[in-house]
């Protein structure tokens, strides 16, 4: 695929921006999805005559709930298949599972063994394969394109199933005129065996050359907690409610359907051929309403009303097969359902879904598909038993229950409408919090309209939340509205409007685009060129020659830069391009550039180019620049090489957020990683030969991370026994419960943190007092300043045990509550400390009451008497076992404290408290270790 003639290749970059070296991805997922609709739109009408001429309508329900069952059941078992074993393993056993299968249930059928158990068996399977393999086929999608490639090429692919769709029922309808249709089984078996070669070498050649950081990167809107979402967010429930009851008024349809054609049609085969050709003629119309009506309708109609298209024409429908139920009803219902369902109805479930965070979408967008799926076909046949064997009633009570439900769906619609305005509006004032205009109304306008007022009347902040969502929702008639912002002053806006237009796919001005190659703002460069590297589709060599070649530093980075982006995971391209030579150029200029500043432009044109286009050849310019004595240098440095995800950067990276200055820049660079990032630095933090300061940093990398992984990977750095880094875990968690409200912290598992700092808390209580008594007793002078300087050590461990309690309790509490108690306790108001204990002992459960009140209590007191260790029943340990307390855990300045103090102590007893750490991993504390024990063994 790779030596197509120069002509179609051209003809696919020209008609689908298809490049080199994405040929046979493209092609080869196209046929594998294909041949994945294809078979199943065979053996669909196969089995589906088949069950209704053997078995009987009356048996339909109890399949649907069957299906459901099974579903739930497998989809657990296929769910713990993928965390034991690899993805491709799954997928390829899935298909010969699946091949296998056909060819047993084709021989039983065709040899009348078990018929009516197999038909069972067969009905389930299909409604089950449909659902894993097209599932399984679009993760596989996901970790062969990148997301700047699936948002250009998945409409492509997307031609694929709608082939499949068309030409499998038109295929059945014809085969079954020569052969029988249990035969046709064989035929799809044959069909879908060609899927597994097309996978392998999918896999072997796109997806197997990805790092394991880029592969969790690409898969990480796959997460879990779903339901969890679902129910934090009204506007999502009431989505999920919409497609719900939209299948089960799919299912009542199909039920009234496969009932009419079951009654006219009574011979299996001809069945199967009606089957057949309909399946394929609702795919037909359904592509057709898609291209040239599903734009007009949900353009044109207010917020939420285009919801109302699929259920008013099921209910013309419904109320003619009421009056009337004939076969030319049944299709009209069905043909309605399905073809609008695809396209109108989808299109506006997306708009609708619009201020819906996009991870959020992702992570819940399988749950929805397949359990809600499946749940409500389980709830509709349970209707339909209960209705058709229960009460023994016909088709037409059946019409009526659709019409009842379809009632429902118009109200949960129109819920979902105003949810959708309240949602948006909400999302555009967080976007600017500062945001003086006030918003505007949405109610009478489409979703589109909607987009374009907002862009009109918001604030900076405000249109780039907006053109982010156009990049969602890449429709070209917002095209005008961006366009207008390429020359707005604010570049973060006009950096947000070029990558709207890229996924718009839409042509800019040639004389925009040269003043924005131009632009002063160094991204808005890059981004300009990658535009006109995207619109470019014929003399595409001879434009990036010509660009490259610019006497301006500045066009000739950004050519470079765009280059490395679009090329950046396609190494044919990288090839094609020369990428790799013409970055080697830009080095070796680099030293014969006249003026330092220069000098300094294309150091950081080259850095990104590296970092994107992932040059390993020029990972060592990458290292060596880390340590340029330029501070901009620096920090390109620091972004290229998380751009790089090459793993050994990694801890060099790390160590960059030692810096104030440098920090941030290695926080973004290390969340480039995405994911994947979590396990190394878990691992960073484990190892001993860490730099504290460095672990005590990596909580805040993770907060940053909108990923329910970072949340569990906070919650392990509790369990540690360094108290500062579950201080700065606890912090990171306060602060994605309030930017990510939607990833979940268990608050059962909350109190036993809570109990544990408690107690922590008393122990460190006692230390301090028993260090507070020797204070005043005659020491030698040396004596009284290091166990002074241990006591306020031991006073601001205390301190920030106080405030682990409370960020704990900020995690269990609306934390609006929990917050104005602890200032409350810290101020210096004695009457404000009363009333925050007051508030905090009415708003503690009895069993973490009794614990913390009187906790709480001894933070108002200035000293610690003997009363309030009686009443805490606090132990006061001897003071060996206070020193041994004290080093335990991986605080170094209070293990060099309690040295100090053992020194000039001078009891030959102590020395088996040092003893242990003669071997740190931390060459300060060894040191003094070492010093310690030879000067009490001196004595």
């Not at 059946?398 to 129109?414: M, R």
């Amino acid at each position: 695929m790779n030596h197509l003639t120069p002509l179609i290749k051209a003809f696919l970059l020209k008609t689908f921006d298809i490049r080199e070296g994405e040929y046979q991805r493209v092609l080869l997922m196209q046929l594998n999805i294909f041949l994945i609709v294809l078979t199943l739109l065979i053996i669909k009408p196969v089995v589906n005559a088949q069950f209704l001429s053997v078995i009987g309508i009356e048996q339909l329900p109890f399949a649907f709930l069957l299906v459901a069952i099974s579903a739930m059941g497998i989809s657990t078992i296929y769910a713990r298949a993928l965390n034991s074993r690899s993805l491709r393993r799954v997928t390829s056993g899935t298909l010969m599972v699946s091949i296998f299968s056909l060819v047993v249930i084709g021989t039983l059928l065709h040899l009348n063994i078990a018929e009516k158990l197999v038909l069972y068996i067969f009905y389930i399977g299909v409604a089950i394969f449909g659902v894993l393999t097209t599932s399984q086929f679009w993760i596989m999608a996901n970790l062969a394109f990148d997301a700047r490639e699936a948002k250009r090429l998945f409409s492509f692919i997307g031609a694929g199933p709608i082939a499949g769709g068309v030409a499998g029922g038109y295929l059945t309808s014809l085969l079954v005129m020569f052969v029988d249709g249990t035969d046709l089984l064989f035929i799809a078996a044959l069909l879908l065996s060609i899927c597994i070669p097309l996978n392998n070498i999918i896999w072997q050649k796109h997806i197997k050359p990805l790092s394991t950081f880029q592969q969790k990167k690409r898969l990480s809107g796959f997460g879990d907690h779903p339901v969890w979402l679902i129910r934090k967010s009204r506007h999502l429930t009431f989505l999920a409610l919409v497609i719900g009851i939209g299948v089960i008024v799919s299912k009542l349809v199909e039920f009234q359907y496969s009932s009419v054609a079951s009654a006219s049609i009574t011979d299996p085969d001809e069945l199967t051929s009606f089957f057949g050709f309909w399946f394929s003629t609702f795919n037909v119309v359904s592509l057709l309403v898609q291209l040239f009506l599903t734009k007009r309708i949900v353009g044109m109609f207010g917020v939420g009303s285009s919801l109302y298209v699929l259920p008013g024409g099921v209910m013309v429908g419904s109320l003619a097969l009421l009056f009337t139920p004939v076969l030319w009803a049944g299709i009209f219902t069905k043909l309605w359902e399905v073809s609008v369902k695809q396209s109108v109805n989808k299109a506006a479930t997306e708009l609708l879904a619009l201020p819906i965070p996009a991870s959020i979408k992702s992570q819940t967008k399988t749950f929805i598909d397949v359990f809600v799926d499946m749940a409500a076909t389980g709830v509709a046949g349970m209707l339909l038993i209960f209705i058709i064997n229960g009460l023994d009633l016909s088709v037409r009570a059946v019409s009526l229950l659709t019409i009842l439900i379809l009632g429902v769906w118009f109200y949960v619609a129109l819920k979902v409408r105003q949810e959708y305005i309240k949602s948006f509006k909400s999302k555009l004032s967080q976007a600017d919090l500062q945001a003086s205009k006030k918003i505007p109304d949405f109610h009478n306008t489409s979703v589109l309209s909607g987009l374009k007022r907002a862009l009109d009347f918001g604030t900076d902040k405000q249109i780039v939340y907006v053109l982010e969502k156009v990049k969602e929702i890449p429709d070209k008639r917002m095209f005008d509205n961006v366009a207008k912002y390429l020359t707005h002053a604010n570049p973060a806006v006009r950096i947000k409007a070029l990558q709207s237009i890229y996924y718009l796919e839409k042509t800019v001005d040639a004389f925009v685009l040269e003043a924005l190659l131009h632009d002063n703002d160094q991204e808005v460069r890059y981004q300009a060129f990658e535009q006109l590297f995207r619109q470019t589709t014929s003399n595409r060599i001879d434009m990036i020659n010509q660009y490259l070649l610019h006497e301006d530093p500045l066009i000739s980075g950004a050519a470079l830069v765009g280059l490395a982006v679009e090329a950046r995971n396609n190494p044919e391209l990288k090839k094609h391009l020369k990428i790799d030579q013409r970055v080697g150029e830009k080095i070796k200029y680099i030293e014969l550039a006249d003026h330092p500043e220069e000098q300094l432009l294309y150091k950081k044109m080259v850095l990104r180019a590296i970092g994107l286009a992932r040059l390993s050849n020029y990972y060592s310019v990458i290292e060596q620049y880390m340590g340029d004595s330029d501070a901009q240098v620096v920090k390109e440095a620091i972004m290229a090489a998380g751009h790089s995800m090459h793993q050994p950067f990694i801890e060099r990276i790390a160590a960059f957020l030692l810096t104030k200055d440098t920090r941030p820049f290695a926080q973004k660079s290390l969340l480039l990683f995405s994911i994947g990032i979590i396990p190394e630095l878990q691992q960073m933090a484990k190892n001993p030969t860490t730099n504290l300061a460095i672990i005590h940093q990596i909580p805040g990398v993770l907060e940053r991370m909108d990923a329910q992984v970072a949340v569990e990977a906070l919650l392990q750095f509790l369990k540690t026994a360094d108290v500062n880094l579950r201080l700065e875990a606890l912090r990171s968690l306060n602060t994605m419960q309030h930017n990510f409200p939607h990833l979940k912290i268990r608050k059962e598992d909350i109190v036993k943190y809570i109990i544990d700092e408690a107690n922590l808390y008393k122990e460190t209580l006692g230390v301090l007092y028993l260090q507070n008594q020797m204070l005043p007793v005659e020491e030698p002078v040396e004596v009284h300043i290091a166990r002074q300087k241990l006591t306020e050590l031991v006073e601001r461990r205390l301190d920030g045990t106080l405030e682990r309690i409370f960020r704990l309790l900020g995690l269990r509490y609306p934390p609006e509550d929990v917050i104005p108690v602890y200032e409350g306790i810290k101020s210096i108001n004695p009457d404000l400390r009363i009333n925050s204990v007051e508030f905090l002992d009415n708003l503690l459960e009895p069993s973490l009451k009794k614990t913390l009140v009187p906790i709480v209590e001894t933070a108002l007191f200035e000293t610690i008497t003997n009363e309030v260790i009686s009443n805490l029943n606090v132990k006061v340990p001897e003071e060996r076992e206070c020193l041994s307390l004290l080093l335990e855990g991986r605080d170094p300045k209070l293990k060099l404290a309690v040295f100090t103090l053992i020194t000039v102590l001078k009891k030959k007893e102590y020395i088996k408290l040092v003893e242990p750490f003669l071997n740190s991993p931390y060459a300060k504390i060894k040191e003094r270790a070492v010093d310690v024990v030879d000067e009490l063994k001196s004595l």
